[in-house]
């Protein structure tokens, strides 16, 4: 049985953990929305419509955070539509996924329900059809207290209070030729430039996030960052980057291994903030906020052909993807990888929150289950608080088509201060059995507290039919000799094992 020795010690870090890399995302696409967190006529809906039975799983996940409303849906969306009494409210086409918009559902809606989910708003700017005006007037509506035309309308539809929303983010994926509004980079980034300037002239206590690649093969990545950077470093407190991966087809252990092409996706980013940093001559550090992220299990072209065969229909059945085990190895190590850039990242949205490559699905009038994805999630942001340490890892290799040398097991150490616990998270990439030892340095070890596993005989089984198919087990395989543990990590898992330090 091959073996893999980690070494950590309390005095080398990484960083702190931000709690908002632990948020999420919901969009007017679909199912997401209607009938996935607003459902009036479901059982469990409330006074507001929205299903009682959903904010209980989102709590549970451990969401701290929502980027809304979109998504492509952002680039055709006017927030003036979404406002006011909803008689008056225009039924719209939508053109990013080509259904009909009835903005039943905008604004304060959202902003009722983040406040009952208990998660921080993250709003998308449309700066696809729309530009500098609308986000000003969006942002005096949502942000002044009183007194200019955009707040008193605020007030008039019954919200007396500024919702004080602190993060924006300058309009979406508008490196896409996909995208309604597609920009070239010149372009894109003068427009950003120029509405960072004047939101935060409107409040300059808010944040802003600057659109980077949509994913790490754009033709246009990483030049996009740098151009677009050129015009925003000064405005902009974030960068924005997307990504999503399938490729099942190409094998269990290649499919894994492209959580390393996240890693240096992000690792190049930030070498291309700290050009610009040094061209600008600046003191200031720009953060990444990845706010799309996920696994994709469909076929673009099958979304494409979901899409076109159900055109202008109120929130279709599309893309609603289905987690196997294996897609859930791959949604954990790139969970695990915004806690190795802890330095840098310091917001992530999952995406979606619920039925469109969703951690919660929702049956119309029905029921609510979860996918295995929801499970290292909830647990990751429940005890994945406090500092990132270093780790010192000798583990065997394995080569795919993409990269030469990929780790057996991916893994990453948190100290969590308010509990005074180690904290490992650790994903085996492969088929066997292996034997991890632990050395714990500078800390003094009391006891084990628990291993949680999740694995499946069956890679490819998933939640659909037997909803608690796969679901986290506690294992009590760890052995504790003084500061060092050994255990055995079981094919294709998730882990997360729990030591009491002092």
Not at 35 to 48: K, L, M, N, R, V
Not at 250 to 279: H, N, P, W
Not at 425 to 444: A, K, P, S, W
Request: hydrophobic share 35%; net charge negative; glycine share 6%.
């Amino acid at each position: 049985m091959k073996k893999a020795k980690l070494i950590i010690n309390r005095n080398f870090t990484i960083g702190e953990i931000d709690k908002r890399v632990y948020s999420s995302f919901v969009e007017h696409m679909g199912r997401v929305i209607y009938t996935g967190i607003y459902e009036p006529d479901h059982p469990s809906a409330d006074e507001d419509g929205f299903r009682l039975d959903v904010l209980e799983k989102v709590k549970s996940m451990g969401v701290t955070g929502i980027r809304y409303p979109g998504g492509n849906f952002v680039s055709c969306y006017d927030w003036r539509d979404g406002v006011g009494p909803r008689h008056l409210r225009p039924r719209k086409l939508e053109l990013a996924w080509r259904s009909i918009e009835t903005n039943e559902f905008g604004t304060n809606e959202f902003m009722r329900w983040a406040k009952k989910a208990e998660v921080e708003p993250i709003f998308a700017i449309n700066l696809g059809t729309k530009g500098i005006e609308n986000a000003v007037s969006l942002v005096e509506y949502c942000n002044i207290s009183g007194g200019t035309k955009y707040s008193d309308l605020r007030r008039e539809h019954g919200i007396k209070q500024p919702y004080g929303i602190k993060i924006w983010c300058l309009g979406n994926e508008m490196d896409g030729d996909w995208q309604i509004g597609h920009k070239t980079a010149e372009e894109y980034g003068r427009l950003a430039q120029e509405t960072a300037k004047a939101i935060k002239l409107v409040d300059s206590s808010i944040e802003v996030v600057s659109c980077g690649s949509s994913k790490s093969d754009m033709p246009s990545y990483p030049d996009w960052e740098a151009i677009t950077l050129n015009y925003t470093y000064d405005y902009v407190d974030y960068i924005a980057l997307h990504q999503y991966y399938g490729g099942q087809e190409k094998g269990t252990e290649c499919f894994l291994a492209q959580s390393l092409d996240m890693e240096r996706y992000i690792r190049t980013v930030i070498g291309t903030c700290d050009f610009v940093k040094a061209k600008k001559r600046s003191k200031k550090d720009i953060y990444i906020s990845f706010d799309e992220w996920g696994v994709w299990s469909m076929p673009d072209t099958e979304v494409a052909a979901q899409v076109d065969s159900t055109p202008w229909q109120i929130a279709p059945h599309i893309s609603e993807q289905i987690y196997s085990m294996e897609d859930t190895l791959l949604f954990s190590s790139m969970l695990m990888n915004f806690l190795k850039f802890a330095d840098r990242v310091k917001i992530a949205c999952q995406s979606l929150l619920t039925n469109i490559s969703a951690a919660i699905m929702t049956e119309k009038k029905g029921e609510i289950w979860v996918q295995p994805i929801y499970y290292p999630f909830a647990y990751t942001s429940k005890f994945g608080r406090g500092t990132v340490l270093q780790s010192v890892f000798d583990c065997p290799v394995y080569a795919c088509e993409q990269f030469e040398k990929v780790p057996y097991i991916d893994t990453v150490t948190v100290f969590n201060h308010d509990k005074s616990e180690l904290v490992y998270f650790q994903v085996n990439r492969t088929g066997e059995h292996l034997i991890i030892t632990g050395e714990i340095q500078d800390f003094q070890v009391k006891n084990i507290i628990e291993h949680v596993s999740m694995f499946s005989e069956d890679i490819k089984a998933t939640n659909l039919h037997n909803h608690d198919l796969i679901k986290p087990t506690v294992l009590k395989d760890v052995k504790l000799n003084g500061n060092m543990f050994e255990y055995i990590i079981k094919p294709y898992s998730w882990n997360m094992i729990r030591i009491k330090v002092d």
